[in-house]
């Protein structure tokens, strides 16, 4: 084997193992981009937290794993992986939001209720739980629903509350901002896909030039 022809299969460092399929592997980078987006989605249904959980991790990992590996160049990688990590966050999140308070709008009721305790969870984020006692009703009728920091005990609020206990209930005011939170989570969507599938359409131009150079090297 000649100097230039090792020079050329060498691998360069901070390499990863190039796909044995990378046309197949492309294509399915925007099927996983769009996972996080149906996980989230699913999240407020009741009985889908688990998949609702799974659909999101399979994706982002499937995501992650695709995109680096098509990707022939150290800088390249940290620049998708910076571009990419805030709406693979947010995407789900947003479509978590979206899809409760759509849910509301459709089937939900809402009643007059009293906020009579706060809850104030402390981690990476603050939270706040408001407990509601409904007015106008026959028996004491309680509801948990996630406030903010501006709420305080004995303020008079409307919750929107599905009958049959499809999602959790909400405020009013949140599920009246659902076409707001279909924005957020269609446009976190659309950066998640349109990084990912141009860092592998620009990985894939930096592997044809390298063939190409290897190639002219060979030649010589």
Known sequence: ??????????????????PRRPVLTALSVPVAALLPLVGGALGP????????ILLCLVG????LVAVMSLSPSV?????????????MITTPLCAMQASQALVL????????????????HHGKSTTY????????????????????????????????????????PEFDTQVRAARADVVFAVGSEIALMAFSVSAVAIGAVIRTVRHRRAGVELGV
């Open 1 to 18: 084997m000649t100097t230039s022809t090792r020079r050329a299969g060498r691998k360069r460092a901070g390499d990863l193992e190039y």
């Open 45 to 52: 249904l009741r009985w889908m937290l688990v998949p609702s």
């Open 105 to 120: 709008q459709a089937r939900g009721v809402s009643r007059s209720a009293v906020i009579t305790r706060i809850e104030v």
């Open 129 to 168: 739980d408001c407990t509601v006692r409904y007015e106008g009703a026959a028996t004491t009728a309680v509801d948990a629903v996630s406030c903010g920091e501006d709420d305080r005990v004995g303020d008079r609020v409307q919750v929107v509350r599905d009958p049959g206990g499809l999602v959790d």
């Open 75 to 87: 800088v390249l990688r940290r620049v998708a992986l910076a571009l990419v990590f805030a709406p």
């Open 60 to 63: 982002i990992v499937w995501l």
